[in-house]
């Protein structure tokens, strides 16, 4: 456009503004003068070309009045813009306009006849229309005199009169109305203050005064506004009972009950507060797991939300398990803590309300409000199993959703501590005994329980097969309730409990008095007590060498290192016949007093002789104890797994140190019917003796072979060939020594696991303990005999005697060399003995073990040696 002005100022034509006069379509329009329509008759044109050059134009110059023709030629113009083409563009459209300005002037000189008729007709119109006017004008005039004289002054009055009054009660019913406009803006006041009995109350008398103004058309709709309001209060009182099923608070439900009641919706109220706790158990439950889940997941793309939960239980991982459960019982505990204060403000009411009406309006009310009390009675109480039995089977699904075989023993036990507390949350909240919650537990525990114990088994031949059975030191006043996993038998089989703590323990045995919904009540939750409680004690068994102090240690092996364990007779240069006996006697009755004695009898001077194994076991027994005390229907299964670990302990040491084909072959008796009969059980029901991959389809099926443990070998650490330690004296007498030991731990623990089995399987655990635990000190001898068979050369003692001459005929005055030789060999062994003593401890039942095989393998040799001689010895 700038290019067009700057062009057209150049060759001195006026802008298309300043020749608008010359194309505008008014100018085309205008009537032309006489002057111009006469000059127009006076150009010769020829009809023929006057047509053309109309017909030349284009018809978009007859499509409106609107057309502006002056933009239309201003943008056909050519970019490229040239003198002389525009010149004869513009003689072109002066030509059109020539041309159609004759024709409009044409026709205007062949209609104006016409024109002059029309407009006398006009005229006389106007005047006849002037004159109606003047007659209007004087109606009107006498019209306003009658008016004055007659209407204002009289029947003016009287309709004032009437019209005031009609206005009066007019004003008073739109006092009213805006009144009953102006409570909507309370009532949401009310609603946001959860006064819902007052708006509730108020929404009623708006409705009742309403219905006085109905005939009005903006009460009808008030009305029908009124109706929506209280809908919508009853809505938001659904809402704030919803509300009531996760926090109860007292005012606020006393104000949802008393909007019910003024609703006349008591027993409503009552069912739908039954189908909000079940809707509060789902999405309570539904929610936290749910909230574990994605928190696991991370970025996953799972839909989650759309799971259904059974499904959502599965994907909850091993690490977020329990966290989640405790959170799960938390938010179910306080469901029904809100439940069980319902029915307790329920209960309140029921007795404040015991008073008799005063007249019959209030007994016809009064027998209502009974009739509803009853309602609600019997409803709470029917929903108290029907609310335990959602959560039962809530729980359920996530107990079964995880496997938990791969569980942490302390972890699972947690998980059993949890589920045995909201156990008893259910049993103090309607009496149930949770068989729901029993079944699924049980079914999670066995299973945990055979993949644990099987494991477990496995870590105890890897343990014994690594034993190197060196004594580990453990303090003096050593005692099971000092490890942790004998923890929870309380603080009753400790010697010693600091006054303080018993002071802790009798306040929450008072505590323990109250039931669990009187102790949180008000705050708090019974299951965090489980992340809150830590053992704060540590484990003080240990001793720094295995004794408290050399003084100690001292007095502990000066019994051994003296000559008290060696009989008189063997101190004598020479033995007589006739007094020989005496000692042997005396003996004797010292074997008899020390058998009436434990065989093994802890006391503060002698620190019981452990291994890493045996503590190792011990611990396992606790936390076998601790399960089965929590979970009680598979007592029999935890008793059995713990009899499976001491027969295998037991099974062992006879193996690395008992088994002797030796004494086996020589009838001597040193393995007892009872003894061999429990060995051989144990191999039979125990002991895989099959290699691995050998045999496989000849003998008992695979799940039995599961159950089974290959047989443990012993380290090759341990040498019981070495005549300068006495063949692993010291190894052997920790071996059997801590099996002693296990066997009276497992004596003091048999009350207690006689309480825990089941009455039918009583006959087990009796053979049990008469059959395989007290054969467990059976084994000194057959574990010794080798020690003494082997410490004491009798075969050179047999040469010596088969050398000495019988036939003499005089008695000698000292006895032969081979008797000297005897005593040489017990002095030697009991010199060792005292040198193997300052490393382990040797009881006195090992002790008399041990002399006792020497001396019946003497009294053997002498049998035999005096049994191949041809004459009378001289001296025994």
Same mark, same amino acid.
């Given at each position: 456009?700038?290019?067009?002005?700057?062009?057209?100022?150049?060759?001195?034509?006026?802008?298309?503004?300043?020749?608008?006069?010359?194309?505008?379509?008014?100018?085309?329009?205008?009537?032309?003068?006489?002057?111009?329509?006469?000059?127009?008759?006076?150009?010769?044109?020829?009809?023929?070309?006057?047509?053309?050059?109309?017909?030349?134009?284009?018809?978009?110059?007859?499509?409106?009045?609107?057309?502006?023709?002056?933009?239309?030629?201003?943008?056909?113009?050519?970019?490229?813009?040239?003198?002389?083409?525009?010149?004869?563009?513009?003689?072109?459209?002066?030509?059109?306009?020539?041309?159609?300005?004759?024709?409009?002037?044409?026709?205007? +000189?062949?209609?104006?006849?016409?024109?002059?008729?029309?407009?006398?007709?006009?005229?006389?119109?106007?005047?006849?229309?002037?004159?109606?006017?003047?007659?209007?004008?004087?109606?009107?005039?006498?019209?306003?005199?009658?008016?004055?004289?007659?209407?204002?002054?009289?029947?003016?009055?009287?309709?004032?009169?009437?019209?005031?009054?009609?206005?009066?009660?007019?004003?008073?019913?739109?006092?009213?109305?805006? #009144?009953?406009?102006? =409570? @909507?803006?309370?009532?949401?006041?009310?609603?946001?203050?959860?006064?819902?009995?007052?708006?509730?109350?108020?929404?009623?008398?708006?409705?009742?005064?309403?219905?006085?103004?109905?005939?009005?058309?903006?009460?009808?709709?008030?009305?029908?506004?009124?109706?929506?309001?209280?809908?919508?209060?009853?809505?938001?009182?659904?809402?704030?009972?919803?509300?009531?099923?996760?926090?109860?608070?007292?005012?606020?439900?006393?104000?949802?009950?008393?909007?019910?009641?003024?609703?006349?919706?008591?027993?409503?109220?009552?069912?739908?507060?039954?189908?909000?706790?079940?809707?509060?158990?789902?999405?309570?439950?539904?929610?936290?797991?749910?909230?574990?889940?994605?928190?696991?997941?991370?970025?996953?793309? =799972?839909?989650?939300?759309?799971?259904?939960?059974?499904?959502?239980?599965?994907?909850? #991982?091993?690490?977020?398990?329990?966290? !989640?459960?405790?959170?799960?019982?938390?938010?179910?505990?306080?469901?029904?803590?809100?439940?069980?204060?319902?029915?307790?403000?329920?209960?309140?009411?029921?007795?404040?309300? #015991?008073?008799?009406?005063?007249?019959?309006?209030?007994?016809?009310?009064? @027998?209502?409000?009974?009739?509803?009390?009853?309602?609600?009675?019997?409803?709470?109480?029917?929903?108290?199993?029907?609310?335990?039995? *959602?959560?039962?089977?809530?729980?359920?699904?996530?107990?079964?959703?995880?496997?938990?075989?791969?569980?942490?023993?302390?972890?699972?036990?947690?998980?059993?501590?949890?589920?045995?507390?909201?156990?008893?949350?259910?049993?103090?909240?309607?009496?149930?005994?949770?068989?729901?919650?029993?079944?699924?537990?049980?079914?999670?525990?066995?299973?945990?329980?055979?993949?644990?114990?099987?494991?477990?088994?496995?870590?105890?031949?890897?343990?014994?097969?690594?034993?190197?059975?060196?004594?580990?030191?453990?303090?003096?006043?050593?005692?099971?309730?000092?490890?942790?996993?004998?923890?929870?038998?309380?603080? !009753?089989?400790?010697?010693?409990?600091?006054?303080?703590?018993?002071?802790?323990? =009798?306040?929450?045995?008072?505590?323990?008095?109250?039931?669990?919904?009187?102790?949180?009540?008000?705050?708090?939750?019974?299951?965090?007590?489980?992340?809150?409680?830590?053992?704060?004690?540590?484990? @003080?068994?240990?001793?720094?060498?295995?004794?408290?102090?050399?003084?100690?240690?001292?007095?502990?092996?000066?019994?051994?290192?003296?000559?008290?364990?060696?009989?008189?007779?063997?101190?004598?240069?020479?033995?007589?016949?006739?007094?020989?006996?005496?000692?042997?006697?005396?003996?004797?009755?010292?074997?008899?007093?020390?058998?009436?004695?434990?065989?093994?009898?802890?006391?503060?001077?002698?620190?019981?002789?452990?291994?890493?194994?045996?503590?190792?076991?011990?611990?396992?027994?606790?936390?076998?104890?601790?399960?089965?005390?929590?979970?009680?229907?598979?007592?029999?299964?935890?008793?059995?797994?713990?009899?499976?670990?001491?027969?295998?302990?037991?099974?062992?040491?006879? =193996?690395?140190?008992?088994?002797?084909?030796?004494?086996?072959?020589?009838?001597?008796?040193?393995?007892?019917?009872?003894?061999?009969?429990? +060995?051989?059980?144990?191999?039979?029901? +125990?002991?895989?003796? *099959?290699?691995?991959?050998?045999?496989?389809?000849?003998?008992?099926?695979?799940?039995?072979?599961?159950?089974?443990?290959?047989?443990?070998?012993?380290?090759?650490?341990?040498?019981?060939?070495?005549?300068?330690?006495?063949?692993?004296?010291?190894?052997?007498?920790?071996?059997?020594?801590?099996?002693?030991?296990?066997?009276?731990?497992?004596?003091?623990?048999?009350?207690?696991?006689?309480?825990?089995?089941?009455?039918?399987?009583?006959?087990?655990?009796?053979?049990?303990?008469?059959?395989?635990?007290?054969?467990?000190?059976?084994?000194?001898?057959?574990?010794?005999?080798?020690?003494?068979?082997?410490?004491?050369?009798?075969?050179?003692?047999?040469?010596?005697?088969?050398?000495?001459?019988?036939?003499?005929?005089?008695?000698?005055?000292?006895?032969?060399?081979?008797?000297?030789?005897?005593?040489?060999?017990?002095?030697?062994?009991?010199?060792?003995?005292?040198?193997?003593?300052?490393?382990?401890?040797?009881?006195?039942?090992?002790?008399?073990?041990?002399?006792?095989?020497?001396?019946?393998?003497?009294?053997?040799?002498?049998?035999?040696?005096?049994?191949?001689?041809?004459?009378?010895?001289?001296?025994?």
């Amino acid at each position: 456009m700038q290019k067009i002005k700057s062009l057209m100022a150049r060759q001195g034509l006026k802008s298309p503004q300043e020749s608008m006069a010359e194309l505008s379509p008014v100018e085309n329009l205008r009537i032309p003068s006489k002057e111009e329509l006469r000059e127009l008759r006076q150009q010769p044109i020829d009809p023929q070309a006057e047509q053309e050059i109309i017909d030349s134009i284009g018809e978009v110059y007859f499509s409106n009045d609107s057309f502006d023709m002056v933009q239309h030629e201003l943008e056909k113009l050519p970019p490229e813009l040239n003198l002389q083409e525009l010149e004869e563009y513009r003689d072109k459209l002066k030509r059109q306009q020539a041309a159609v300005s004759k024709r409009v002037a044409d026709l205007i +000189l062949e209609k104006q006849p016409s024109y002059v008729k029309e407009l006398e007709r006009v005229t006389a119109l106007q005047t006849n229309l002037q004159l109606a006017a003047v007659i209007c004008t004087n109606a009107r005039r006498q019209l306003n005199v009658a008016k004055a004289g007659f209407t204002e002054a009289s029947l003016g009055l009287l309709a004032n009169q009437r019209r005031r009054q009609l206005l009066t009660g007019l004003l008073k019913s739109l006092r009213t109305i805006k #009144t009953l406009q102006r =409570t @909507d803006v309370r009532l949401s006041e009310m609603l946001e203050e959860e006064d819902y009995p007052g708006a509730i109350q108020l929404c009623l008398e708006c409705q009742k005064a309403a219905s006085t103004f109905k005939h009005y058309s903006c009460i009808s709709e008030l009305n029908s506004k009124l109706q929506d309001t209280l809908e919508q209060i009853e809505e938001q009182l659904d809402v704030a009972l919803s509300k009531t099923c996760k926090h109860f608070d007292v005012l606020h439900y006393t104000k949802v009950q008393m909007a019910y009641t003024l609703l006349g919706k008591t027993q409503t109220a009552m069912d739908q507060l039954h189908m909000h706790f079940t809707q509060a158990i789902h999405n309570t439950v539904f929610q936290v797991v749910l909230g574990y889940v994605e928190l696991c997941a991370g970025n996953a793309d =799972t839909k989650f939300q759309k799971m259904q939960y059974k499904d959502l239980c599965t994907h909850i #991982t091993l690490d977020s398990y329990i966290p !989640c459960l405790m959170d799960l019982c938390k938010a179910l505990w306080e469901v029904m803590l809100s439940y069980h204060r319902t029915m307790q403000w329920h209960e309140e009411q029921d007795r404040q309300e #015991t008073t008799p009406p005063p007249d019959e309006l209030a007994a016809s009310k009064s @027998d209502e409000s009974i009739v509803d009390r009853s309602y609600v009675k019997k409803k709470l109480e029917h929903g108290l199993s029907r609310i335990w039995q *959602d959560v039962q089977l809530k729980v359920k699904s996530y107990i079964l959703g995880t496997d938990m075989s791969n569980f942490k023993f302390d972890d699972f036990i947690v998980v059993l501590d949890v589920i045995s507390r909201l156990m008893q949350v259910g049993e103090e909240f309607c009496g149930s005994k949770s068989e729901v919650l029993q079944e699924s537990i049980k079914r999670q525990s066995v299973n945990y329980f055979k993949n644990y114990h099987r494991a477990r088994l496995e870590e105890l031949r890897m343990f014994l097969e690594n034993e190197t059975w060196e004594l580990c030191p453990v303090k003096s006043n050593f005692n099971i309730a000092q490890l942790h996993e004998f923890k929870f038998m309380g603080q !009753c089989r400790s010697p010693s409990v600091s006054p303080s703590r018993q002071a802790v323990s =009798t306040s929450y045995a008072a505590q323990e008095d109250q039931s669990l919904f009187q102790q949180y009540v008000q705050d708090g939750n019974p299951f965090e007590m489980h992340i809150e409680e830590k053992e704060e004690e540590t484990e @003080d068994v240990l001793a720094s060498n295995g004794y408290e102090s050399d003084e100690l240690e001292k007095s502990v092996y000066q019994e051994y290192d003296s000559d008290s364990d060696v009989p008189e007779e063997l101190k004598q240069d020479y033995v007589d016949e006739q007094t020989g006996d005496a000692p042997l006697k005396s003996g004797s009755r010292d074997t008899i007093r020390s058998k009436r004695k434990s065989d093994y009898c802890l006391n503060k001077a002698n620190a019981p002789i452990l291994t890493n194994t045996t503590l190792n076991v011990i611990r396992l027994v606790g936390k076998y104890i601790q399960m089965m005390n929590i979970l009680k229907p598979i007592a029999f299964d935890v008793i059995h797994c713990v009899s499976q670990l001491f027969d295998y302990y037991l099974y062992a040491v006879y =193996t690395f140190f008992g088994r002797n084909d030796m004494y086996e072959s020589s009838g001597l008796g040193l393995i007892s019917s009872r003894l061999r009969t429990t +060995l051989n059980r144990i191999q039979e029901s +125990l002991i895989d003796m *099959d290699p691995v991959g050998e045999n496989a389809g000849v003998h008992a099926p695979t799940e039995d072979r599961k159950e089974k443990v290959p047989s443990p070998h012993l380290s090759h650490l341990v040498v019981l060939t070495n005549s300068e330690t006495l063949y692993g004296l010291a190894q052997r007498v920790v071996a059997t020594e801590s099996l002693a030991c296990l066997a009276e731990l497992f004596e003091s623990l048999q009350s207690h696991l006689d309480a825990m089995m089941p009455a039918a399987k009583k006959p087990f655990l009796q053979q049990f303990y008469s059959q395989t635990v007290s054969t467990a000190s059976e084994l000194r001898k057959p574990i010794y005999w080798v020690v003494a068979a082997k410490a004491i050369d009798y075969e050179q003692m047999l040469l010596m005697m088969a050398g000495v001459k019988w036939d003499i005929r005089e008695i000698m005055s000292q006895h032969n060399i081979y008797v000297d030789v005897l005593l040489k060999e017990f002095e030697q062994f009991n010199k060792r003995l005292g040198e193997v003593s300052r490393h382990v401890r040797i009881p006195l039942p090992v002790s008399n073990v041990l002399w006792e095989h020497c001396i019946r393998l003497a009294n053997r040799t002498l049998v035999e040696g005096l049994g191949t001689g041809t004459g009378r010895p001289k001296a025994t």
